[in-house]
């Protein structure tokens, strides 16, 4: 008789349940049985995207395409915004239409997403949703690190066999790599970039010491514009530029697995949906494989749409503030800041912001294990990064 692997992994003793110890993302799956592929599968253990991006999607980064590097494999690129935006929204709501229209349209029996608790609107609280009022419960990002992955084990014991995850780059390849164990016939994949996330309390160190009235905001966004934007309860928003962020008290508040993480562009995902490489005021969409075109579609006429665009020149400003990260200063954007730099002049727009934004966290996290990691350095970080970091002279 063969012994169940989830079996098995029941069977692990408590102090191994976070393997990847103090680089654990949280991601939710070592709250499973599927933790039994954890060495396999856990994003900070076994950096294995170029192989799960030819599975997922045909074929992994082109080395040799500079575009590839920073955005990863991609059928599409465009700028959007819902032409009537869901209230409440991180943005204009495009993943939570997609979503919605998925369970409508029957082409998925639920939806992995993150709704909040009932008394801490910023604690990630991830359910099954199967209907669109509770994939709309679930809009707006919970800006902290999310177990999204520990509805695994309820996914087998539904039956479902048709599912939707959303998640950011962390979760997804977690998921990628366990996708052929959950049973299901057809997993789509909708995700959303992510950097410089952090645990609840270091939300709460984050808001406490950048917003005037830290107890009302809603959500709150790094912008293009180089300035966080809080939207508070009453619908106003506070603007504080990136260079009035009190770094020394926030020195340490992002999380570790955070400052060693290379997939901002959440590369496994069937379809990416952001901000960053869009006008400001519009969404980032990239398709990555025919599944992600199928679900781009499902709302496109719900769309305006433009091309993407790109205008200015990130090196100097990069390469300016990396002595800043190797000084422990942690935000990209207020070292650049820090270092004379004008960015608002230099310009950076559209997919030139973006690939500022990648390069800026790419070379801080690659020093940051250079010096606290070196022995992961080498299998960690994915080929497309050290080319990504390969154009910028870092500290010895
Ligand atoms: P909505 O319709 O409001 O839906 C938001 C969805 O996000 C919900 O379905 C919910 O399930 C999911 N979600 C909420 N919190 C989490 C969480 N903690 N983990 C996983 N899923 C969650 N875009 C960029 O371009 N650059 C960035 O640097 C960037 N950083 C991000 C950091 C985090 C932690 C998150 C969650 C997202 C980030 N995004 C980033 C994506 C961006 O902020 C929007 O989420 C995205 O554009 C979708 O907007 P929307 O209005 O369509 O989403
Ligand atoms: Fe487990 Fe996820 Fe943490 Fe890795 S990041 S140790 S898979 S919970």
Redesign the pocket.
């Known amino acids: 008789m063969t012994v169940s692997p989830h079996k098995k992994a029941k069977a692990l003793k408590s102090g191994s349940r976070r393997p990847a110890k103090e680089l654990c993302s949280e991601c939710g799956l070592c709250d499973t049985y599927y933790i039994h592929y954890v060495k396999d599968a856990c994003a900070f253990l076994n950096q294995q995207i170029a192989e799960l991006e030819t599975v997922a999607h045909g074929r992994s980064r082109n080395l040799d395409n500079e575009d590839d590097w920073y955005f990863g494999v991609t059928q599409e690129m465009i700028a959007a915004r819902k032409k009537k935006p869901?209230e409440g929204?991180?943005?204009?709501?495009?993943?939570?239409a997609i979503?919605c229209e998925m369970l409508d349209q029957d082409l998925v029996e639920g939806v992995v997403?993150?709704q909040n608790t009932a008394e801490d609107r910023f604690q990630?609280m991830p359910i099954i949703a199967r209907t669109p009022q509770e994939v709309l419960a679930?809009?707006?990002?919970?800006?902290?690190l999310?177990p999204?992955l520990n509805v695994l084990e309820q996914i087998e014991q539904s039956g479902m066999k048709r599912l939707l995850v959303?998640?950011?780059g962390c979760?997804i390849q977690a998921l990628r790599a366990v996708e052929q164990e959950l049973g299901l016939e057809k997993l789509y994949i909708l995700g959303?970039?992510?950097?410089d996330?952090v645990s609840r309390e270091g939300l709460q160190k984050f808001l406490d010491t950048t917003s005037r009235s830290p107890e009302t905001v809603v959500h709150y966004?790094?912008m293009q514009d180089f300035r966080i934007h809080f939207k508070h309860e009453d619908g106003s928003i506070e603007k504080v530029p990136f260079f009035g962020l009190k770094t020394n008290k926030l020195k340490d508040v992002f999380a570790p697995s955070c400052m060693s993480c290379f997939d901002y562009v959440n590369s496994l995902a069937d379809l990416v949906?952001?901000?960053?490489g869009a006008p400001f005021g519009w969404?980032?969409i990239v398709v990555r494989n025919q599944t992600g075109a199928q679900m781009l579609d499902l709302v496109r006429e719900q769309l305006d749409t433009q091309a993407v665009m790109s205008k200015g020149d990130r090196h100097q400003a990069v390469q300016q503030s990396i002595p800043a990260y190797d000084k422990g200063v942690t935000l990209p954007m207020w070292a650049a800041k820090m270092m004379g730099v004008v960015i608002e002049q230099i310009g950076p727009k559209g997919l030139e912001y973006a690939r500022f934004s990648i390069d800026s966290h790419f070379t801080r996290n690659y020093l940051n294990l250079k010096r606290n990691y070196p022995e992961k350095l080498e299998a960690h970080v994915p080929e497309y990064a050290k080319k990504i970091v390969g154009q910028y002279k870092l500290p010895e």
Do not use: D, L, R
Not at 89 to 96: D, E, H, K, N
Not at 138 to 144: Q, R
Not at 273 to 276: D, R
């Open positions: 869901i929204a991180q943005w204009t709501g495009i993943v939570s979503a997403c993150v990630p679930a809009k707006v990002n919970k800006p902290t999310s999204n959303i998640g950011v979760q959303t970039p992510c950097v996330n966004e790094f949906v952001g901000y960053m969404q980032w």
